[in-house]
């Protein structure tokens, strides 16, 4: 199968361009195995991965137009030639490596761990399965949300001052793109609309 690959090495200088590969397909075949496979024909092409498994999120790129984790994306399913491109919106380490320095650090800002005014006891802090079920995934505000549904979490105040401002949650129009990109099927405009709902109540 043909694909088409972005490559890109900020040391030499060069523009960035797209380089053809050829590559033998097999069945059940996933695009990480044909990056691999490229990376065996051209030992400078440089890809991020590591579980194969779509839980590390490192193998996110841009495929055919769309934003997915190449270690669940069957080659199958996709038309040729495949292009592949790194994940959009981040500067560009060497052909398909992206800089997630900003990525950590917003996810850091919004402070993902338990926070308890009272003590932290010996053991785990048990929850129902009833609290459990308002928890939703990742990344800055979705993360945000995940601790302010949290009933074991004391600091919501707090969480919901941060997320005040024209930057933050409010940033956000719900056009819903990030639902419609996300390799991992997560909706962070539901859980922003929730944080949305949240500081309303608490404001009234
Ligand atoms: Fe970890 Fe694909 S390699 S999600």
């Known amino acids: 199968m043909k694909f088409r690959v972005y490559r890109y090495d900020p040391e030499l200088g060069q523009k960035p361009r797209m380089q053809e590969f050829e590559v033998e397909t097999h069945r059940g075949m996933m ?3 044909a990056l691999k496979a490229i990376k065996a024909q051209d030992e400078t ?3 991020r991965h590591s579980c194969g498994e779509g839980v590390c999120g ?3 790129v841009n495929v055919n137009g769309t934003n997915k984790l190449a270690c669940v994306t ?4 996709l038309k040729e030639p495949i292009e592949v491109r790194p994940f959009p919106g981040r500067p560009v380490v060497r052909d398909l490596v992206v800089d997630m320095t900003q990525f950590y650090e917003q996810y850091k800002a919004v402070e993902p761990w338990l926070k308890r005014k009272e ?3 010996e053991q785990e802090i ?5 609290d459990r079920d ?4 990742p990344q800055a505000l979705l993360t945000a949300y995940r601790f302010l549904a949290d009933s074991r979490d004391q600091a919501s105040a707090e969480r919901m001052d941060f997320l005040e401002g024209p930057y933050k949650l409010f940033r956000c129009h719900s056009i819903m793109n990030c639902v419609e990109v ?3 099927g997560l909706n962070p405009t539901k859980a922003i609309g929730h944080i949305k709902e949240m500081m309303l109540k608490d404001s009234v």
């Open 45 to 47: 092409f440089a890809f």
């Open 134 to 137: 308002k928890l939703l995934g």
């Open 58 to 60: 490192s193998d996110g």
């Open 31 to 33: 695009l990480r195995d």
């Open 119 to 121: 003590p932290t006891p």
């Open 126 to 130: 048990l929850q129902s399965p009833a």
């Open 74 to 77: 069957a080659i199958a399913d």
């Open 182 to 184: 996300c390799p991992k």
